[in-house]
């Protein structure tokens, strides 16, 4: 099992930053990717940005974030990053970090049924 723990959401103006983190414990190397994932009430929890755990760190990214936003990884403290820029009221939603200890189906790693664990999430507000 692998315990998702995320931090760093809060209020923001729009076009500022914020920086999430996720810390991962447990059964960590048994980990392939990690994704973030962003849910707004009454809607589909959709798909953010995600990294290879094992190998090269490639990354993938949601059209309305690519330039935004920069996914990363720091394999010492198991722990993933989202980096967020030039926020917009558009990203306010609830954040949720995921992972998968399975090689994912989906070419780009956007899809919720590749990632088997998930973190409680943390609310993101950007105002206008």
């Known amino acids: 099992q692998v315990q998702l723990v995320e931090s760093g959401g809060g209020l923001v103006q729009a076009g500022g930053s914020l920086r999430l983190s996720c810390a991962a414990s447990?059964?960590?190397?048994?980990?392939?990717?990690m994704a973030w994932f962003r849910q707004v009430p009454g809607r589909d929890r959709d798909f953010v940005a995600a990294?290879?755990?094992?190998?090269?760190?490639?990354?993938f990214y949601v059209d309305s974030v690519k330039g935004r936003f920069t996914i990363s990884r720091d394999l010492a403290k198991s722990t993933v990053y989202l980096q967020m820029n030039s926020l917009k009221p558009e990203d306010t939603a609830i954040y949720y970090c995921a992972g998968a200890n399975r090689p994912a189906r989906s070419i780009s790693l956007e899809e919720k049924s590749d990632y088997n664990y998930w973190g409680q999430g943390t609310q993101v507000t950007v105002s206008s």
């Open positions: 990294i290879s755990w094992t190998g090269s760190s490639n990354t």
């Open positions: 447990g059964r960590t190397v048994t980990l392939y990717n």
